[in-house]
């Protein structure tokens, strides 16, 4: 009887001093099984040309290309996010609602918006209590490896500013169409170094980085001049800008329309560590 009470005790005891661990615990299981499908690549040097629109003495100017290295590890989903995925998001009701036929609910989630990826990566937040977000551009770029593009845009100095957009577009369009237009089955376009599926295969995937005017400096700066974050990084076979695209047309102004049919996300997580303010999920998750 004494040896019961003396272990009730000490639970009791063990449980009262251990305030990070109540404080840390998320509101529901974490879901283990979900990090098979991510891969942790070491941190290495790599080459990175920084988005945006670049200029020099107020001229369009070619983006630096630079030595880069990530702080760290960097843990990244191995495959684009389904459509079955995000179709339980929004029955949970943590996402909005895509419309998708059931024989492609383990192929690629597209026509989504960046805030249908933004509002899913935070729904695996809650569930998981693992912090996920969508990768950077940079960080991108360092996963794809050698499957990331370095395409220069043609850099045009005309007295209409508008020409160099004419022109940007007609680049674009000029490019070989992709002979498969929908979604694959996960893995049908091979994997990469890291081990990371499809990447720039026919799905391009949205980035968390916003949109920048940069001016360089003689000294060689970057400097920004503007940061849009209406307008995201995209990335796949090019890298691209693509607008946050808000459904609603009261709110969603330019912004207002439906996503390309070809447009999904993949996800990063980061430490293991439940936020002890839902703000803080917030502010980490829309960085860019």
Same mark, same amino acid.
């Given at each position: 009887?004494?040896?019961? @009470? *003396?272990?009730?005790?000490?639970?009791?005891? /063990?449980?009262?001093?251990?305030?990070?661990?109540?404080?840390?615990?998320?509101?529901?299981?974490?879901?283990?099984?979900? *990090?098979?499908?991510?891969?942790?690549?070491?941190?290495?040097?790599?080459?990175?040309?920084?988005?945006?629109?670049?200029?020099?003495?107020?001229?369009?100017?070619?983006?630096?290309?630079?030595?880069?290295?990530?702080?760290?590890?960097?843990?990244?989903?191995?495959?684009?996010?389904?459509?079955?995925?995000?179709?339980?998001?929004?029955?949970?009701?943590?996402?909005?609602?895509?419309?998708?036929?059931?024989?492609?609910?383990?192929?690629?989630?597209?026509?989504?918006?960046?805030?249908? /990826?933004?509002?899913?990566?935070?729904?695996?937040?809650? *569930?998981?209590?693992?912090?996920?977000?969508?990768?950077?551009?940079?960080?991108?770029?360092?996963?794809?490896?050698?499957?990331?593009?370095?395409?220069?845009?043609?850099?045009?100095?005309?007295?209409?500013?508008?020409?160099?957009?004419?022109?940007?577009? &007609?680049?674009?369009?000029?490019?070989?169409?992709?002979?498969?237009?929908?979604?694959?089955?996960?893995? /049908?376009?091979?994997?990469? &170094?890291? #081990?990371?599926?499809?990447?720039? #295969? %026919?799905?391009?995937?949205?980035?968390?980085?916003?949109?920048?005017?940069?001016?360089?400096?003689?000294?060689?700066?970057?400097?920004?001049? %503007?940061?849009?974050? #209406?307008?995201?990084?995209? &990335?796949?076979?090019?890298?691209?800008? @693509?607008?946050?695209?808000?459904?609603?047309?009261?709110?969603?102004?330019?912004? /207002? #329309?439906?996503?390309?049919?070809?447009?999904?996300?993949?996800?990063?997580?980061?430490?293991? *560590?439940?936020?002890?303010?839902?703000?803080?999920?917030?502010?980490?998750?829309?960085?860019?």
């Amino acid at each position: 009887m004494l040896l019961a @009470m *003396k272990i009730k005790v000490a639970v009791t005891v /063990a449980t009262l001093a251990s305030p990070v661990a109540l404080t840390m615990t998320p509101a529901r299981p974490v879901d283990h099984a979900a *990090k098979t499908d991510f891969a942790e690549i070491a941190a290495a040097s790599f080459q990175y040309r920084i988005a945006g629109d670049f200029s020099r003495h107020g001229r369009p100017a070619v983006a630096p290309l630079r030595d880069e290295r990530l702080e760290g590890k960097l843990k990244i989903m191995t495959r684009q996010v389904t459509a079955g995925e995000y179709a339980a998001c929004a029955d949970d009701g943590g996402c909005p609602r895509i419309a998708f036929t059931p024989d492609v609910a383990d192929r690629p989630v597209v026509g989504v918006s960046w805030h249908d /990826a933004a509002a899913y990566a935070e729904w695996r937040t809650r *569930k998981t209590g693992i912090l996920h977000r969508l990768p950077t551009d940079r960080e991108w770029v360092f996963a794809a490896g050698e499957k990331a593009s370095d395409e220069v845009l043609p850099v045009i100095d005309p007295v209409d500013p508008s020409q160099a957009w004419i022109a940007r577009y &007609q680049a674009e369009a000029n490019r070989a169409q992709p002979a498969v237009l929908g979604p694959q089955p996960i893995g /049908a376009f091979g994997k990469n &170094q890291y #081990g990371l599926q499809d990447v720039a #295969g %026919n799905v391009w995937e949205w980035t968390n980085t916003c949109f920048s005017r940069v001016a360089l400096e003689p000294t060689g700066e970057a400097r920004i001049t %503007n940061t849009n974050c #209406g307008v995201r990084v995209v &990335q796949g076979a090019h890298r691209t800008y @693509m607008t946050d695209f808000i459904r609603d047309p009261r709110t969603g102004g330019c912004a /207002a #329309g439906v996503p390309p049919a070809n447009l999904g996300f993949r996800i990063v997580i980061e430490d293991e *560590k439940w936020p002890t303010l839902q703000r803080m999920v917030s502010a980490v998750l829309r960085r860019g």
